[in-house]
Nanobody, 120 residues
Framework: VQLQAFGGGLVQAGGSLRLSCAASGLSFSNHVMGWFRQAPGKELEYVAAISGSGDITDYMYAAKGRFTISRDNAKNTVYLQINSLEPEDTAVYYC??????????????WGQGTLVTVSS
């Protein structure tokens, strides 16, 4: 199983990014897909998750309104659109596959992470 996250980069505050995570080697539509992030010196933090069919989404409180998770099961890819980026969004963003929703311990597979840096 491989999860490959990409789309991070350096962006100015107020800008937008779309992160992608391409999955292979698993039955993609049978897995909840989640996004987590880890800021420098901080613990891994839940951002959002989406059900296998894509009809149910969940967000951490701080992500509501600026973050949108979506998936394309035909492409085995999950996305995280981030708008109105803030310096506090600077982190390595990880995608994960499993059944965990907000519980990182219940995700079976993790991507390598993609770095998002937001300049003020």
């Amino acid at each position: 199983v491989q999860l490959q996250a990409f789309g991070g980069g350096l962006v100015q505050a107020g800008g937008s990014l779309r992160l992608s995570c391409a999955a292979s080697g698993l039955s993609f539509s049978n897995h909840v897909m989640g996004w987590f992030r880890q800021a420098p010196g901080k613990e891994l933090e839940y951002v959002a998750a989406i059900s296998g069919s894509g009809d149910i989404t969940d967000y951490m409180y701080a992500a509501k309104g600026r973050f949108t998770i979506s998936r394309d099961n035909a492409k085995n890819t999950v996305y995280l659109q981030i708008n109105s980026l803030e310096p506090e969004d600077t982190a390595v963003y990880y995608c994960a596959a499993g059944q965990g929703w907000r519980n990182k311990g219940e995700y079976d597979y993790w991507g390598q992470g993609t770095l998002v840096t937001v300049s003020s």
